[in-house]
Nanobody, 114 residues
Framework: QVRLVESGGGLVQPGGSLRLSCARS????????MGWYRQAPGKQRELVAH???????NHADSVKGRFTIYRETDRSTVYLQLNSLKLEETAVYYC????????WGQGTQVTVSS
């Protein structure tokens, strides 16, 4: 069973930056990669960025050039660097196993406010 724990969220002004972390623990018989989703109040979760099983990185068009997903060499932790944050990007950010979505973290709150 893969367990995921997010951290690093907080309150930031528009244009500010945060780095989110997702720590992976446990084991699974199913090999997966990982990705980041976010969910704003009253909205569906949307995919922000992910690694493919082959290690290719993909970012949503809305965050391309501002957000960066990366991971430790041992793959124990996946990060999401958030730069130039916008007000509308206030959301709970989740990490998940990709592409199975079988495990989710508890989420970390990112609040962008002036």
């Amino acid at each position: 069973q893969v367990r995921l724990v997010e951290s690093g969220g907080g309150l930031v002004q528009p244009g500010g930056s945060l780095r989110l972390s997702c720590a992976r623990s446990g084991s699974s018989t199913t090999m997966t990669s990982m990705g980041w989703y976010r969910q704003a109040p009253g909205k569906q979760r949307e995919l922000v960025a992910h690694f493919t099983l082959g290690g290719t990185i993909n970012h949503a068009d809305s965050v391309k050039g501002r957000f960066t997903i990366y991971r430790e060499t041992d793959r124990s932790t996946v990060y999401l660097q958030l730069n130039s944050l916008k007000l509308e990007e206030t959301a709970v950010y989740y990490c998940t196993t990709w592409p199975t979505y079988s495990s989710w973290g508890q989420g970390t709150q990112v609040t962008v406010s002036s």
